[in-house]
C-alpha cells in the first residue's frame, strides 16, 4: 500500500514553467511504475507521463513531449514533474499514480493509487 501527495499547482502565464511533485508514503516505492495523469474540465483522464522503476525508461504524451519531464528519486520516495512552456490547454488537475504490475503504462487502468490532484491554472 502506498499513499500519494502532490503538490507544486498554481496560477501560470503561458510560456512559464512549473514543477509539481509527489511525495510517496511507504518503503516500496521503487517498486511502483509510476504515472502523471490529468483531467481537464469535462473531458476523461488522460496519461502524461509514466516512468519506470528504476527510472531509466520513460514514456510522454505527444501533447507534452519536449516541454515536460518526469522524474523519480527512489532514495526519497518522490515523483516529479517538470513543466515547461506550459500553454493554456495545459490547464487541468494533476494526478500521480503508482501500479504494481508494469513498468510503464500509458492506460488508467492498471495503476492501484492516486494522489488527490493538484489544480494546474494556465492564463493565455
Known amino acids: 500500500h502506498v499513499q500519494l501527495v502532490e503538490s507544486g499547482g498554481g496560477f501560470v502565464q503561458a510560456g512559464d514553467s512549473l514543477r509539481l511533485s509527489c511525495a510517496a508514503s511507504g518503503r516500496t516505492f521503487d517498486s511502483y511504475g509510476m504515472g502523471w495523469f490529468r483531467q481537464a474540465p469535462g473531458k476523461q483522464r488522460a496519461i502524461v507521463a509514466s516512468i519506470s ?11 507534452v513531449k519536449g516541454r515536460f519531464t518526469i522524474s523519480r528519486d527512489n532514495a526519497k ?35 492501484d493509487y492516486w494522489g488527490q490532484g493538484t489544480q494546474v491554472t494556465v492564463s493565455s
Open 77 to 111: 520516495n518522490t515523483l516529479n514533474l517538470q513543466m515547461n512552456s506550459l500553454k493554456p490547454e495545459d490547464t487541468a488537475v494533476y494526478y500521480c499514480a503508482a501500479n504494481r504490475y508494469y513498468d510503464i503504462s500509458r492506460r488508467a487502468e492498471p495503476y
Open 53 to 63: 522503476r528504476s527510472g531509466d525508461n520513460t514514456y510522454y504524451a505527444d501533447s
